[in-house]
Nanobody, 117 residues
Framework: QVQLVESGGGLVQAGGSLRLSCAASGSIGSINRMGWYRQAPGKQRELVAAITSGGSTNYADFVKGRFTISRDGAKNAVYLQMNSLKPEDTATYYC???????????WGQGTQVTVSS
């Protein structure tokens, strides 16, 4: 089993910044990709950003230029720097990791991000 623990969520005013962190532990093996998803009330969970073990990144269009994903392979950690936050960024943010040959997905418990206008 792999455990993912997120931190860094909170309440911020529009235009502000937050940095989310996620650390993986347990039977990690090989982490192929780590990423962040978010889910707002009444909406489906959606990809925010992801980064592979090789450092390739992809971002949802709605965060390009505002959010930056990075990882520390030695710590099995992934980070999401969120700048110029908007009220529509309000959601629960979930850390995701794909592990092993079968890209088994694992999820964190989620951290709440609330952006006030």
């Amino acid at each position: 089993q792999v455990q993912l623990v997120e931190s860094g969520g909170g309440l911020v005013q529009a235009g502000g910044s937050l940095r989310l962190s996620c650390a993986a532990s347990g039977s990690i093996g090989s982490i192929n990709r780590m990423g962040w998803y978010r889910q707002a009330p009444g909406k489906q969970r959606e990809l925010v950003a992801a980064i592979t073990s090789g450092g390739s990144t992809n971002y949802a269009d709605f965060v390009k230029g505002r959010f930056t994903i990075s990882r520390d392979g030695a710590k099995n950690a992934v980070y999401l720097q969120m700048n110029s936050l908007k009220p529509e960024d309000t959601a629960t943010y979930y850390c995701n990791a794909n592990v092993g040959r079968n890209w088994q997905p694992y999820w964190g418990q989620g951290t709440q991000v609330t952006v006030s206008s």
